[in-house]
């Protein structure tokens, strides 16, 4: 059974840093694409960064390039997010989700559970 | 960026009727290198993660009823949810895996 668990997320003050991880199960995590998706408080989804199955590919969204790195370690089957320069709007719920294994499978077709991150002084 | 428009934002409808949810994307999401419109469905109840339906605009994911299909292609799609039951009550977001970033529609929320 595939399974991923977030852990990482708290509050933190405007300014600060967090590292939020994924560790998958159930798969050969090296084959596949990972991503965070994140949703704020009465928001809807927000893709935010992924990466490739070697970690040599790494994209992320406007709002925070330069600020969050994602990473990835084969051996430990994780993936990371680091979170810095944090702000207000970046509260959210944040998603570890695996990419579909093209050609077969698009878009995510599995999600963790979700780790809170509040930012706020 | 394209842009993911769905409509409505709420719906209503009774139990065992048809709910149609559209999606518009501000350009084409056909890769022309695979013939594929990259398109996807999500439902996420309170409390849970987004649960992938269908992928490829109408492929429905394994174990998705199937009363939940996808249609449309290029920039305007739809998800049909037929005979409605209690636990379909959710919110329904459609994206699009094109191109980056991998954009969400705004969410549908579905009532009874």
């Known amino acids: 059974e595939v399974q991923l668990v977030e852990s990482g997320g708290g509050l933190v003050q405007p300014g600060g840093s967090l590292r939020l991880s994924c560790v998958a199960s159930?798969?050969?995590?090296?084959?596949?694409?990972m991503s965070w998706v994140r949703r704020a408080p009465g928001k809807g989804l927000e893709w935010v960064a992924n990466i490739k199955e070697d970690g040599n590919e790494k994209n992320y969204v406007d709002s925070v390039k330069g600020r969050f790195v994602i990473s990835r370690d084969n051996a430990k089957n994780s993936v990371y997010l680091q979170l810095n320069s944090l702000r207000a709007e970046d509260t959210a719920l944040y998603y570890c989700?695996?990419?579909?294994?093209?050609?077969?499978?698009?878009?995510?077709?599995?999600w963790g559970q979700g780790s809170l991150v509040t930012v706020s002084s | 960026d394209i842009v993911m428009t769905q409509s409505p934002d709420s719906l209503a409808v009774s139990l065992g009727e048809r709910a149609t949810i559209n999606c518009k994307s501000s350009?084409?999401?056909?890769?022309?290198?695979?013939?594929?419109?990259?398109l996807s469905w999500y439902q996420q109840k309170p409390g849970q993660p987004p649960k992938l339906l269908i992928y490829w605009a109408s492929t429905r994911q394994s174990g998705v009823p199937d009363r939940f299909s996808g249609s449309g292609s290029g920039t305007d799609f739809t998800l049909t949810i037929t005979s409605l039951q209690a636990e379909d009550v959710a919110v329904y977001y459609c994206?699009?895996?094109?191109?980056?970033?991998?954009?969400f529609g705004q969410g549908t929320k579905l009532e009874i």
């Open positions: 159930g798969f050969t995590f090296s084959n596949f694409w």
């Open positions: 350009q084409s999401v056909l890769y022309s290198s695979d013939n594929k419109n990259h």
């Open positions: 994206q699009q895996y094109h191109s980056g970033p991998f954009t």
């Open positions: 989700a695996r990419d579909g294994l093209w050609p077969d499978v698009g878009g995510f077709d599995h």
